[in-house]
């Protein structure tokens, strides 16, 4: 059984995703109040891990490409390194292109999720590391595959998604977000075209949220004014005839 998974986000007004585009505080306000929110809010679902994409875990693990000579072969299954009881740092990462130099990324033990098309190099190089890895399907993109994985092969219950609008895209289109938590600064970027909380590249008429529909559960303000809102993803009521 797949982890129950909550999309975590914070965002201006306008739902933009880069706070460094966003206007600063209002007089008397603490950005660094305003910014501590993110992970003390995060602190409180108690979750077992948390997810982003391959650009963000790269700036993260920062680790160097090393050559891996006469590779063996091994079969495209889950390897399951010393977890040691540590919370999970997922990255989605198809092509396997992050690059670790340990096990783990913070605190937190190193899981990538992979396309069984990476090389057995690759797949040396996290084993020498000790990162853990599964498998999303033959191009890594299917990621129903690999949260189920992370719930039979990890055991955990509840995971933050922390990616960008791309990766969280996809999730919704899989139907793998069961809770938005959005933390609304008050802010705004208002740059047309900057990402958003979720930006889905698919075809085009596709809609990722087909079927569902959000239930507000919570709303709270925290200090400084920014807004704390979850919502339950349910599925969509049946259309009348």
């Known amino acids: 059984m797949r ?16 706070p460094s585009r966003f206007t ?3 007089k008397g306000v603490s950005a660094k109040t305003l910014s501590g929110h ?8 108690e979750a077992e891990g948390w997810i982003v ?12 490409e090393r050559g891996i000579a006469d590779a063996p072969a091994v079969p495209r299954e889950p390897h399951v390194g010393n977890r040691n009881g540590r919370n999970l740092a997922i990255a989605i990462d198809p092509s396997g292109r ?8 913070g605190e937190d033990h190193a899981v990538a999720v ?3 098309q990476v090389s057995d190099a690759y797949l040396a190089e996290l084993r020498e590391d000790g990162v853990s890895y599964i498998f999303g399907g033959p191009d890594g993109h299917y990621l129903p595959t690999a949260m189920e994985q992370l719930g039979s092969v990890f055991g955990v219950k509840k995971l933050l998604l922390e990616g960008g609008g791309t990766i969280n895209g996809a999730f919704l289109r899989h139907r793998l977000i069961d ?63």
Do not use: N
Request: a negative charge; proline letters at 4%; aromatic letters at 6%.
């Open 3 to 18: 982890p129950y998974i909550i999309c975590h986000m914070i965002t201006s007004i306008d739902g933009r995703l880069h």
């Open 24 to 26: 600063p505080a209002a």
């Open 38 to 45: 993110y992970e003390d809010v995060a602190a409180r679902f």
């Open 53 to 64: 994409g391959r650009k963000t875990m790269a700036e993260i693990a920062k680790g160097k």
């Open 98 to 105: 992050v690059h670790y130099g340990k096990d783990s990324i």
């Open 114 to 116: 992979l396309g069984e």
């Open 179 to 241: 809770e938005f938590s959005t933390l609304i600064s008050p802010a705004v970027d208002g740059v047309a075209g900057s990402d958003s909380i979720v930006d889905y590249r698919g075809l085009a008429g596709e809609r990722p949220s087909a079927g569902q529909a959000l239930r507000l559960i919570s709303c709270e303000t925290l200090e400084g004014g920014m807004v704390w809102l979850r919502h339950k993803v349910e599925e969509a009521p049946a259309e009348s005839a």
